[in-house]
């Protein structure tokens, strides 16, 4: 089983900054919380999602949208994590209320990572945030001298005796 980490934008780790966000009318959202929409503007108005993971390590990154005709067709998504700042320029008129593919990068696994949608589009008239998904294997968060002291199996041995059970059965 590996990792999965989902802030929605009704979850305290994410925030929206500016003004001008208002709620999508449009069915299709992720969770209880729906879209929040802005419009199309000059990068003022930012929702901020903040994984605070508590360790590092290569992650999958997804974002959840519900897709309209007049949303933007190059809606910034800023990832800040371990290596820098990268921006990945996603088409919203489209592929709604799925998870979409941003990219895989190596967090930090503190404050200072954040996945950031702007509305510093220039096409269509809105951005969208909705929500955020993190995936990663299932050993996320361990380093190897840790992995390596894992169990490697399991062994069973004699019971021990017991003086109101004498036997035990399989």
């Known amino acids: 089983m590996g990792f999965e980490d989902i802030i929605d934008t009704g979850d305290s780790r994410a925030e929206l900054l500016g003004s001008g966000w208002f709620q999508s009318a449009n069915p299709g959202f ?54 820098g700042i990268d921006t990945v320029r996603v088409n919203q008129t489209l592929n709604g209320s799925s998870w979409n593919y941003i990219g895989k990068w190596v967090f930090a696994g503190d404050t200072s990572d954040a996945i ?20 990663g294997d299932a050993l996320t968060g361990l380093d190897s001298q840790t992995a390596s002291v894992l169990p490697s199996g ?9 003086p109101f059970n004498p036997s035990t059965t399989l």
Do not use: K
Not at 32 to 45: A, H, Q, R
Not at 156 to 162: R, V
């Open 30 to 83: 992720y969770g209880s919380t729906p879209s929040e929409l802005n419009s199309v503007g000059t990068g003022d108005n930012i929702a901020v999602f903040r994984p605070n993971l508590g360790f590092s390590d290569s992650l999958e990154v997804f974002a959840w949208w519900v897709a309209a005709g007049n949303r933007s067709m190059d809606t910034p998504v800023v990832v800040r994590h371990l290596n």
């Open 116 to 135: 950031i949608i702007s509305n510093a589009a220039t096409s269509g008239s809105f951005v969208v945030a909705d929500a955020i998904q993190l995936t």
């Open 154 to 162: 399991n062994v069973l041995l004699q019971n021990y005796p017991n």
